[in-house]
C-alpha cells in the first residue's frame, strides 16, 4: 500500500446477518462475503499517519467493540455520525428494527478538520446489501484532509486509496488486497453537500 494516510474510513465485516426477504416472514439470509471477529479487526496494522481522522462504520451490536478498535488502532474515539435509512421489509434487529447505521469519528494527534459540520445524522437512501452511501465519502473529503484510505471498500474513487478482499492487488494484511486509485477529475469533490 505504501505510504501513511491522514484520514481512513473502515467498513468492517462485522459477524451478522443479513434481514430476511423484503417482505417476507422468512429467515435471515447469511452475508455474501466473509467475515472477521471483533479481535481480527482490531488487530489490524492501519497505515495512520501521526495526526489523522478515522471514520468506523458500525452497527447497533458492534458499537461498543468500535470504540475498542478505535482505540486499539491508536485513536481516540470522539463522534457517532449517524445514517437514517427508510425502513424497509422486516429487516434485523428486536423490538426495534434497525433504520439506523452509525460512523465512529475518531482523531489522532492535532490534524484540523478543514470546516465544522452543523449535523450528525443524515438521510440517505438504501443501496445494494451492505453499501454506503458515496455522499458519506464526499462529506469526509470537505472536513479531513487526506491523503485518503478506504479500508474493506468494494470500489475505488479518485484520490483514495481502496483496501478490501474485493478490489484488486497490494496486501496490507488481514486478507484484504488493494489497489491506489489514481486522482481523476471528480465533480463530486465540487458538489455542494446537502447535510
Ligand atoms: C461491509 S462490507 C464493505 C461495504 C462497502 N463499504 C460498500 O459500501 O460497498 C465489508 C467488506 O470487507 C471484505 N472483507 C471481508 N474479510 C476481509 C479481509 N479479511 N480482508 C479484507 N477485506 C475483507 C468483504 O468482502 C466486504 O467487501
Not at 468506523?56 to 470522539?78: C, D, H, L, M, Q
Not at 428494527?97 to 450528525?120: I, N, P
Not at 483496501?163 to 488493494?178: C, F, I, T
Amino acid at each position: 500500500m505504501g505510504g501513511l494516510f491522514s484520514c481512513i474510513v473502515a467498513d468492517p465485516p462485522w459477524e451478522v446477518e443479513r434481514g430476511p426477504e423484503w417482505a417476507s416472514n422468512g429467515a435471515a439470509r447469511p452475508l455474501t462475503y466473509p467475515t472477521m471477529t471483533v479481535d481480527e479487526i482490531a488487530a489490524l496494522k492501519v497505515p495512520a499517519a501521526k495526526d489523522a481522522h478515522c471514520y468506523i462504520w458500525t452497527i447497533n451490536k458492534y458499537i461498543e467493540a468500535t470504540y475498542a478498535i478505535a482505540r486499539a488502532w491508536g485513536f481516540v474515539p470522539s463522534t457517532l455520525l449517524t445514517w437514517i435509512k427508510a425502513p424497509r421489509g422486516i429487516g434485523l434487529g428486536g423490538t426495534y428494527v434497525l433504520t439506523t447505521e452509525h460512523m465512529l469519528f475518531c482523531r489522532r494527534g492535532t490534524l484540523k478538520a478543514k470546516r465544522r459540520v452543523d449535523t450528525s445524522w443524515w438521510g440517505y437512501p438504501r443501496g445494494a446489501h451492505s453499501e454506503k452511501p458515496e455522499e458519506f465519502q464526499t462529506l469526509i473529503e470537505s472536513v479531513s484532509p487526506g491523503p485518503y484510505l478506504e479500508m474493506f471498500a468494494r470500489r475505488g474513487r479518485p484520490n483514495w486509496t481502496a483496501w478490501g478482499n474485493e478490489v484488486p492487488s497490494g496486501p496490507l494484511g488481514g486478507g484484504g488486497r488493494g489497489v491506489s486509485v489514481a486522482p481523476a477529475a471528480d465533480e463530486r469533490h465540487n458538489e455542494k453537500l446537502t447535510d
